[in-house]
Structures are given as C-alpha cells and as structure tokens.
C-alpha cells in the first residue's frame, strides 16, 4: 500500500511519531509538509524529529500562514512521481488545498481522503462552501476527529464512508510520569495558543483566588500575551506567573513534569468549541491531573480522569485548583487515572492502527466519484 500524505501538521516533530508508526505497519508513505506554518504564535518551522520508515518532504506552500487559501503547487508533481495507492489530505473539507489536492489525487486515479475537526455546522461564504460540497461529494473516505465533527460532516450531507479518530495519538514513551516530582509551591500549568477563546484570562482570575503557595506557569504564544502579562499585574499575581512562549515540540515533556495541574478553560464562541485539546491527553500521559472546562469535547476526553468545569465559572475554576491542591491523595488517583485512560485510548500506535484500518477499508470499496464534475468556478 503507498499512501501520500498532505499535512501541515507534520512539522511539528512529536506528531511524526504516527507517521513512524503507520510505516511499521507495512504502509509505503510520503508524507508532504510545508518548510513552515505561520499562525497567531508566530512562525513554526519543520521539525525534524521522528522520520525512520518512511519519507518526509518539505514542499513549496502558497499563502502561508491563510488556513482556507493556501495550497501546495507541486501536488499534482508529486502524485505523478510517487503514484499512490490513496492520498491522506491531512486538512479541512472546505479550504483550498483540500480540493486541489482531491482533484489532483482524481486525475492520477488515486483514492483520497480527508480529516476534520470541525464540530460545528458553519456555513461558509463562496467560494468555500463550493469547495466544501464539492470535496464532500467526490471524496472516498473522511476521518473525524470527534463524534460531533462525525455529525457535522453528515449534517452537511456527506454520505460516505467515515471513521471517527484522533487526528494524533501521543507517544507513550515521550509523554510519561516523571519518576520523582520534586518538592516545589503547588504549580498550575497553561500550555497552548494565547488568544480569548482558551480561556487564560479565566485562569489568572481563578488563579488569583487562591490562599497560600502557588505558580501559574504559561507556554505558548498569541495575540493575548501582553494583555495577559498585563491582567496579572493588575490581580497583584504577576510575581507567581510565569510566561514561557511558544516551545519546541520535543521540549513539552519536560514542561508538565513542572506541573501539579495542567488547566484547559476553554470558552466557547459563537463560531468556536475546543475540538479536542491535545494538551489533556499529554498531560494524562505525563501522570499530570487535568483540569477542563466542559467547552466542546473537553468533557468527552477527560472522562472520569479529571475535573470538568462549568465554562466561564472563575469560582467552580478557583475551588477546583484549591481542591486539588489540598489534596494529595486526588491528585495521585488523577495522575493514574489519567495515565490509564491515556494508554487505553490516545497512544500514538492505537492511533495509527485505527488509520491503516481506515486505508484498508478504503482501498476495499470503490472510487466514489471516478469521474468528478471539475472544481467549482464560481
């Protein structure tokens, strides 16, 4: 079986792992990324990390860093050369490099399919809700990233066949308990983008709430850092928060072995609900208790391994971190439960495996559109 994979995802090194791990399971594959992917953060290059068993190739990207209309040129090239059996297009149903891509995987008469994490019925202006319907009808297969992202796409009347899946699993041996935390203040961790909707404003004022010895450590960047710099001045806290910025991807294991806590407050948006929050399951491997509001699928992956909150709730936020910071014996039943949950449903190998069962069922039916109407024009 030789699979290409489009996947901007891929330059960051830990979600390599996967690709290492489909390889091992007899799978020829090229995986395609950009030298770079630029976002609210900053700019993310290739990381290099994990690339045994398979082909990892940075491509020529058009319009960095605009997430519906940027497109790969050489795609078309590329398939011609490496002539796959399926094209993994490793991005969303209606942005532009999605269709391309589908198109060009038809005209090489490769099978191809998609993945989506989106977990809300949004209604897209032209021409991306043409490109939507169009690569709904002529794709062979879409992966979900959630059950809710499953019914979406059926909502928007996608009648092929489906698999619901990470777009990731974690690396159990990468993320895993450190072996002796030292003594330290009780520390609460952020690890993530920096803008409203994830919710750091709502930590820091929990956060501030809070009687005793305490650290509030925050990884990451986006438009909300000086802002957040700011409010922690204001609630008299700046002294106990410290902002890390945006961390290589290999360095993050270190990161939750600093924490007693990692917190996920995500709010939701009119146009926005946290799709997954990788960060939970990282941490749960780390043997880090989790703390998540119930935006999205938060609840969905923390299940009983952590505590949920109501969204927006600084109060229910501020008694569950003094909670769990008076009590040692939860946070060690959190550290294992989590570390459980983390083995029985996100390693990166599970992950894999349910993505060449997906290839698999695939490459067994046939093209559904074999000979697709062409690309919508206007």
Wanted: aromatic share 8%; net charge positive; with cysteine.
């Amino acid at each position: 079986m030789r699979v290409l994979m489009l996947s901007k995802a891929c330059i960051v090194g830990i979600y390599q792992q996967k690709l290492e791990a489909i390889a091992r399971h007899g799978v020829e594959l090229l995986a395609l990324v950009p030298p770079s992917w630029r976002d609210e953060r900053g700019e993310q290059p290739l990381e290099r990390r994990y690339t045994a068993g398979y082909t990892l190739r940075a491509t020529p990207i058009r319009f960095n860093g605009n997430f519906h209309l940027h497109y790969y040129p050489d795609i078309g090239r590329e398939l011609r050369a490496f002539q796959p059996d399926i094209v993994h297009i490793d991005e969303e149903p209606y942005n532009l490099a999605t269709a391309l891509a589908l198109r060009a995987a038809r005209q090489a008469r490769a099978k191809a399919l998609f993945f989506s994490w989106q977990n809300l019925a949004r209604r897209y202006p032209p021409p991306f809700s043409w490109l939507e319907r169009w690569v709904l009808r002529h794709s062979d297969y879409a992966l979900a990233g959630t059950a809710d992202a499953a019914a979406v796409l059926r909502a928007k009347s996608y009648a092929g066949p489906l698999a619901v899946l990470p777009q990731f699993g974690t690396a159990e041996d990468l993320f895993q308990p450190a072996k002796s935390p030292p003594a330290r203040p009780f520390t609460i961790g952020f690890i993530g983008r920096l803008v409203p909707e994830k919710g750091v404003k709502l930590l820091l004022q929990a956060a501030a709430r809070l009687d005793g010895e305490w650290r509030l450590r925050i990884v990451g960047g986006g438009p909300a850092r000086a802002e957040l710099a700011a409010l922690a001045r204001s609630l008299a806290i700046a002294e106990r928060v410290i902002f890390r910025g945006q961390l290589p991807s290999d360095r993050l294991p270190a990161e939750y072995h600093a924490l007693d806590a990692l917190v996920l407050p995500s709010l939701t948006r009119r146009n926005w609900k946290e799709q997954f929050g990788r960060v939970l399951v990282e941490a749960m491997a780390s043997g880090t208790p989790v703390i998540g509001s119930d935006s999205g699928a938060i609840p969905a992956v923390i299940g009983d391994a952590g505590i949920v909150f109501p969204e927006g709730d600084v109060a229910a936020l501020a008694a569950a971190l003094g909670n769990l910071r008076a009590d040692a014996a939860a946070r060690a039943a959190l550290r294992a439960r989590g570390r459980a949950r983390f083995l029985e449903h996100f390693t990166q190998e599970r992950i894999a495996a349910a993505t060449v069962a997906a290839y698999q069922q695939l490459l067994a039916a046939p093209l559904q559109s074999p000979h697709p109407k062409p690309l919508p024009q206007k």
